[in-house]
């Protein structure tokens, strides 16, 4: 009904995994894609990014647009009801992988590296530093 696509986790395949997010690309739509897969509930939280962005963006030549959002941490019916919630969403400017990626021709994945992560990796930094909270950028604790 809101236009989310299914994501396909534990194929350790991107192109499996986000069949959807592929074709809406290569029709010329948008997507949106949380670079840790997932929405971020608590600030407590600890989170691993995901290569998912960097492989749509290497796939499609599409810019990354780094979006922040936050307010949405207690995200409940009644904090959307009784109008206490403030959500702000902060746009950074557009990011090319090529900008992000030395090799993007030649992008790794194994065991030990996958150059996808390390991309999604920067680009969540961008993220980071689009806050206007100074205690954003430890408000998270993202895992390397």
């Known amino acids: 009904m809101i236009g989310a696509y299914p994501t396909y986790v534990g194929l350790k395949n991107y192109e499996l ?16 894609i949380f670079p840790t897969g997932k929405r971020i509930k608590s600030k407590e939280e600890i989170v691993k990014v995901k290569g998912g962005v960097s492989f749509l963006a290497q796939q499609s030549k599409a810019p990354i647009i780094p979006v922040l959002i936050q307010g949405l941490e207690d995200l409940n019916l009644k904090n959307i009801f009784s109008k206490k919630m403030k959500v702000s969403v902060t746009f950074g400017s557009p990011l090319y992988l090529e900008d992000i990626v030395q090799n993007l021709d030649n992008m790794i994945i194994n065991d030990k590296l996958n150059d996808y992560e390390v991309a ?25």
């Open 120 to 144: 999604a990796a920067k680009i969540w930094k961008k993220i980071e530093k689009l806050s206007y909270h100074d205690d954003f950028k430890n408000a998270y604790n993202v895992a390397k």
């Open 17 to 32: 995994a986000l069949p959807h997010h592929l074709e809406t690309l290569k029709i010329g739509n948008n997507v949106g």
